[in-house]
């Protein structure tokens, strides 16, 4: 079965210092993941997807199939990154889609 | 207005009342989801429509019943819920089923159940 974890709750890092969120997902075909981030007062939306390799906001993360991971980095945390952050799994066409719990960033002046 | 709306925003209801949440999207979309996000679960998927018609029903109880009269619009029909049901609905909607589509979020409609 599908299954995202996220082991922290909560992350507090002060600004300018890096940050990263962990995901570890199970998975036994060809996973899509992506990260999803939800800033206060605002809906929920996409913030980058591993299949694009792209940069948003200052925020990367790498597939790890062998380690089944896929860890959201940033060098120096912004005050404005505040937010939920939700990691989620798509699979084969007409699979679950599946959230992890969340993790609540919270970065400090 | 764009992107995708939900009615009401907020609901109070009794456990032998009958109510619906509406979503509709205006993103020409092909896919519309409904989620429950709860304070103590993470975010669980349970319908999902694909041009009209459902392809997924994450073993929801019957007491929620969707329904996807055309591709901009989806409901949630609610009767003879209980309190553990309170939560945030959220809609969404893609392009299409496939798991590669973005998926955007309606703001939600906070349900309490009394």
């Known amino acids: 079965a599908q299954r995202v974890t996220q082991p922290e709750k909560l992350l507090s890092v002060f600004k300018g210092a890096p940050v990263e969120l962990k995901c570890n997902y199970s998975?036994?075909?060809?996973?899509?993941l992506f990260w999803y981030v939800q800033y206060s007062r605002q809906r929920l939306q996409l913030l980058l997807r591993?299949?694009s390799r792209e940069s948003i906001k200052g925020f990367t993360a790498d597939l790890n199939k062998g380690e089944t991971s896929f860890h959201l980095k940033k060098p120096f945390a912004q005050e404005e990154d505040s937010a939920m952050y939700y990691c989620?799994?798509?699979?084969?066409?007409?699979?679950?889609?599946?959230f992890g719990p969340g993790t609540r960033l919270s970065v400090l002046p | 207005e764009t992107g995708v709306t939900q009615t009401p925003r907020h609901l109070v209801m009794g456990m032998t009342n009958k109510k619906s949440l509406k979503c509709e999207q205006h993103?020409?979309?092909?896919?519309m989801y409904w989620y429950k996000q709860s304070a103590k679960k993470p975010l669980e998927l349970m319908f999902v429509?694909?041009?009209?018609?459902?392809?997924e029903n994450n073993s929801v109880p019957s007491r929620f019943s969707p329904e996807c009269p055309n591709s901009s619009h989806l409901f949630l029909h609610l009767h003879t819920l209980q309190p553990e049901d309170s939560a945030l609905y959220l809609c969404?909607?893609?392009?299409?089923?496939?798991?590669?589509?973005?998926?955007?979020f309606g703001p939600g409609t906070r349900l309490t159940v009394t």
């Open positions: 591993h299949i």
């Open positions: 969404a909607s893609s392009q299409d089923r496939d798991s590669g589509s973005e998926q955007y």
């Open positions: 989620a799994l798509g699979g084969n066409y007409g699979q679950n889609f599946v």
């Open positions: 429509y694909n041009f009209k018609e459902q392809t």
């Open positions: 993103l020409g979309h092909n896919a």
């Open positions: 998975y036994s075909g060809s996973p899509e």
